[in-house]
């Protein structure tokens, strides 16, 4: 048996404060196996956020495209690593499996090969890893076509002939990359290119190690033939490859499901649930973790409208791609709007997660960071600062509760225009309603976002991370005007039967009523007259909300001006 991956993924700059540890993380010179990762790892040190990882290099296509939009300014050891990197590379050997060329050696250090149950390789396996490559690929490839994704375009012959070319070898600590090569027309940027792939020789570096082997292989398979459709049949923005990894890691889980190799980049101290913060445009090793964008995109406006946004990225870049072809029947929505949605079931993962509503794999997500902060009566003010395109989570602690409030910068034309700039915030928490700008909330505190523009910011908050059953405000102060809000924590309009009891368990009120949206979510409301429409006493009372497919119920107290 051969051993082998003895490059390290470790720091190649000066140094790399870690968020929220305040430690440098410094990285010796890794070794290489060949002048390709060599390469790699030279134009990788250079990318601002590339420095300090806790998981492998997912693709190589983010190296790839950065150095090819700042290739102007390389430097000559950089533009000789990003010519290699462009290069096709000879193998021993090759096979044809319907539109697909498989190159690979049998012998030597590009050898693939397969793994035995301790997750080991098997010598002389070279073959029977070739013809997996084949017959996975093919299996990705008339899935995407399913999918009516166009398949990638001829290369003209290059590798051999007129198949499509996958290429196997020791990449060190990365899946794999698709690379692009032969320009199709003139356009500045997002012009579309032929691609070509390479992939592991066998995928002994993946953790989890029940992930080692095919199964990595399957959803690398799966991502790169992803960029190969994006990059050869709609257009490649070379600083834009966040949405590029977005969609690819959501279709290897989509086509893989259970493999879910993309959890790890989940939990990884760059990841989604970590960093929040980061502009959703980033292209920063964030964006591996936000393939769960594609899950959200898929369940709530249906497999198709993922596709169509790639469809827009002929003539927009992705930003722009995804607001117009959400803005399309049947969808009727916006990128802002989707964005601001999606950060509400960033919240609703692991014990906060439903698969009825949220993300089908939610349970197995982290829970979202979030910044705790205590609050005095009668009043508080938060103060700080976001990126567009990114949100911050609120754990507000009061003597009764914990309230979570969510803030989101929902600045498109900011974040089209590549804005970096950080726009600053102040939070108002009071338990009065100091004025009408002031929004109640499912804990009774009142909250005010003040900035220069409102309509690009959103801000939610509930109770414990779930508002069901939750009634605001509590206490409720009524002279017969305002209302009593009880959350049914549903995104979409329903109808139930809204009763009303008091204490002793007198029906006050009862009437059968459609819920309306209040802050992301529906509600139901009372305005606190009985059926008679007398003005109700002061004291405690209990909804019970009778649902298509539930009964919800709650506690309040009602206090007469």
Known sequence: ??????????????????????????????????????????????????????????????????????????????????????????????????????????????????????????????????????????????????????????????????????????????????????????????????????????????????????????????????????????????????????????????????????????????????????????????????????????????????RRSWEFVSTNRPLEAIDNALQEEPYSSNFRSAFAEWTLWNLHTGIRSDASQYYPEGDDYPDITQTVVQFTPPSRSIAGSLGTLAARYYRVLTQTVDFILILSNLNLEEAVEDNNTLFPYSLQLNVNRADASYEPTAAGIFVKLNVSDPTNWWTWGTVGGTTEGVAFPNPFLTDGRGFVNFSVSSQVEVSGKLNIYSSSMDLVYSATEFSSEFLGEHIFRWSGRTNDNELAQSGVYIFVLELPNRIVKGKFALIRK
């Open 1 to 306: 048996m051969m051993s082998k991956k003895s490059i390290l993924i470790v720091l190649s700059v000066s140094h790399f404060s870690l968020a929220g540890l305040g430690q440098e993380i410094r990285q010796a010179e890794p070794t290489y196996e060949s002048s390709r990762q060599r390469a790699y790892f030279t134009l990788r040190s250079r990318i601002e956020g590339y420095e300090y990882t806790d998981t492998p290099d997912k693709c190589g296509l983010p190296v790839i495209a950065a150095a090819m939009a700042d290739r102007i300014r390389l430097a000559p050891d950089e533009r000789a690593a990003l010519d290699l990197l462009l290069q096709r590379e000879e193998r021993q050997k090759f096979i044809v499996a319907g539109s697909f060329r498989i190159h690979y050696d049998t012998v030597g250090v590009h050898a693939p090969a397969m793994l035995d149950s301790s997750h080991q390789r098997v010598d002389g396996t070279a073959n029977e890893f070739a013809d997996s490559v084949a017959a996975i690929i093919n299996h990705v490839a008339r899935a995407d076509s399913v999918m009516r994704y166009l398949l990638p375009p001829s290369d003209g012959g290059e590798g051999g002939s007129s198949e499509y070319d996958i290429y196997i070898g020791e990449l060190g600590n990365l899946y794999g990359e698709t690379t692009p090569e032969t320009k199709l027309d003139s356009k500045p940027d997002g012009s579309r290119y032929t691609t070509f792939i390479r992939i592991d020789n066998d995928f002994i570096f993946v953790n989890p190690a029940s992930n080692r082997g095919m199964p990595a292989l399957r959803v690398t398979l799966a991502h790169e033939f992803h960029h190969a459709i994006q990059i050869g049949s709609y257009g490649f923005w070379t600083n834009d490859v966040y949405y590029y990894e977005i969609s690819s890691v959501w279709m290897e889980d989509l086509l893989y499901t259970d493999v879910n190799d993309y959890y790890q980049y989940l939990t990884s101290s760059q990841g989604h649930f970590d960093r929040p913060d980061v502009p959703f445009n980033s292209n920063m090793l964030v964006m591996y973790s936000r393939g769960i964008w594609g899950h959200y995109v898929t369940k709530k406006y249906g497999l198709d409208a993922m």
